[in-house]
T-cell receptor
Framework: QQPVQSPQAVILREGEDAVINCSSS?????VHWYRQKHGEAPVFLMI?????EQKGHEKISASFNEKKQQSSLYLTASQLSYSGTYFC???????????FGTGTRLTVIP | EAGVAQSPRYKIIEKRQSVAFWCNPI?????LYWYQQILGQGPKLLIQ????????DSQLPKDRFSAERLKGVDSTLKIQPAKLEDSAVYLC???????????FGQGTRLTVV
């Protein structure tokens, strides 16, 4: 039931773009995205509900393809502060009991 | 607004010993979660409370792990007896209602030797 994330790791230079993918084998009610910096707690980025909605948050946006059970996180014009591990969490029931992926480690260098 | 409080921050115990973690969620948040995060992995949900009732504990190893949320506010998670594979960060999170963002505490790093 754990979603699969890709890539596992990516290194960007400041200003470059990145896409992180999350795929589930189960029908999903929603997808949640979090970022976790080393030694810190995960921090919420956004929720996408079934219906194929796309959301944006400054230069970070995401989409959810309900039919394919896939979500993608888009980071544009990356900043040093974007570095961290990104997790998608999938909710199959609407009760917010999430299954988290193994994470994508993003490193932004000057 | 105060965040999710957890204690202790760090704990080292020997295998077969017992340990307890405490969590105080954000005031007014009805839903409380305990996650286990093993190094290099994503958080794994152990138990979810809605007020003082259990919503999901399907991934909680009930032979050794227990959790309670008395009066629907703070919560404790206990491991008895601990195994080496229990070494992980235990994260507590809370949310105001279902399907909204969860706010995580700093976690308790448990090392079992």
């Amino acid at each position: 039931q754990q979603p699969v994330q890709s890539p596992q790791a990516v290194i960007l230079r400041e200003g470059e773009d990145a896409v992180i993918n999350c795929s589930s084998s189960k029908a999903l009610y929603s997808v949640h995205w979090y970022r976790q910096k080393h030694g810190e707690a995960p921090v919420f980025l956004m929720i996408l509900l079934k219906g194929g909605e796309q959301k944006g948050h400054e230069k970070i946006s995401a989409s959810f393809n309900e039919k394919k059970q896939q979500s993608s996180l888009y980071l544009t014009a990356s900043q040093l502060s974007y570095s961290g591990t990104y997790f998608c969490g999938t909710d199959q029931t609407g009760a917010n009991n999430l299954f988290f992926g193994t994470g994508t480690r993003l490193t932004v260098i000057p | 607004e105060a965040g999710v409080a957890q204690s202790p921050r760090y704990k080292i115990i020997e295998k077969r010993q017992s340990v307890a973690f405490w969590c105080n969620p954000i005031s007014g948040h009805a839903t409380l979660y305990w996650y286990q995060q093993i190094l290099g992995q994503g958080p794994k949900l152990l138990i979810q409370f809605q007020n003082n009732g259990v919503v999901d504990d399907s991934q909680l190893p009930k032979d050794r792990f227990s959790a309670e949320r008395l009066k629907g506010v703070d919560s404790t998670l206990k491991i008895q007896p601990a195994k080496l594979e229990d070494s992980a960060v235990y994260l507590c999170a809370s949310s105001p209602r279902g399907n909204t963002e969860a706010f995580f505490g700093q976690g308790t790093r448990l090392t079992v030797v």
